[in-house]
């Protein structure tokens, strides 16, 4: 495996999730594995759980990992190519990139969408100068359209918690004050189309994900309606696709409270955290024991493990 962006870099769903069952069952196995192979973690943005859940599951495989705050540690990078670099950021994306990876065997990246060009969003123009460059394998901790160590960790989650084979699974858009990304959802949709689920989006007019990402997938307007039968309930704020960036509601009729619950089968909550309480969640709910946001950001360690010991496999063949 030489890069993590997508479901279709992963394989076979079935044999992912064994892996998974392997691999958190007895995280120390491949101490031997990562000795004396390095990871950089570099990020673009903010993050609390993908950080440590990388560098945990670095460490479970003996490998040493080094993080870095793009802004925060290092020189402001400039990422437009053919600029005449006049400004503020000292150093190009171009060089930094092989620099990075002269220093490391696998690199993770989080680089959020930017809202400032759909085009430049879409065609993760960040993460595949990272791929092109750094003669690394790349792992996604969070690109543009993708979050596929989420995704991975949320099917981890529910293979766990489902009490019936195929059970129904429903995407919820909810309201939130800013801007956020369509990564997650986009992420979760692609691997829930990929597996053995019953899956439901429901959102607002206005806030249907890409149309590639749509594409086969059943779309409840109603989200009652939507609700009904759920055995998980995976909410999630995103911006419209549409209406690039946009905020088109905050309609807090669509919190997840409560009553939203007794419309489901006794679904189980999830989100991917982090959780704006009582926009997105009751507290009431998120505080329930249906709740299962804590165990789903546990498997974010697995998750990322799995992909790590694939990527040192690779390099050792
Ligand atoms: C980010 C997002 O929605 O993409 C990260 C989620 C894992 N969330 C926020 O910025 C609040
Ligand atoms: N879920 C998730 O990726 O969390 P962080 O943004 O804290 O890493």
Known sequence: MNRFLTVGDIGDLDQALREAKEVKANPFKWQDLGRNKTIILVFFNSSLRTRLSSQKAAQNLGMNAIVLNIDKDSWKLETEMGVVMDGDKSEHLREAIPVIGSYCDIIGVRSFARFESREFDYQETIINQFIQYSGRPVISLESATRHPCQAFADLITIDEYKTVKRPKV?????????????????????WMKAADVDFVITCPEGYDLAPDIMEGVHLERDQKKAFEGADFIYAKNWASFEQYGQILSK??????????????????FMHCLPVRRNMIVSDEVIDSPNSIVIPEAANRVVSAQVVMKRMLESLKK
Do not use: I, Y
């Open 170 to 190: 429903v995407l919820t858009w909810a309201p939130h004050p800013r801007a956020l990304p369509q990564a997650v959802p986009n992420s979760f949709a692609e």
């Open 251 to 268: 309609d807090m009729s669509w919190t997840v409270d409560a009553e939203h619950m007794s419309w489901t089968n006794n679904a189980k």
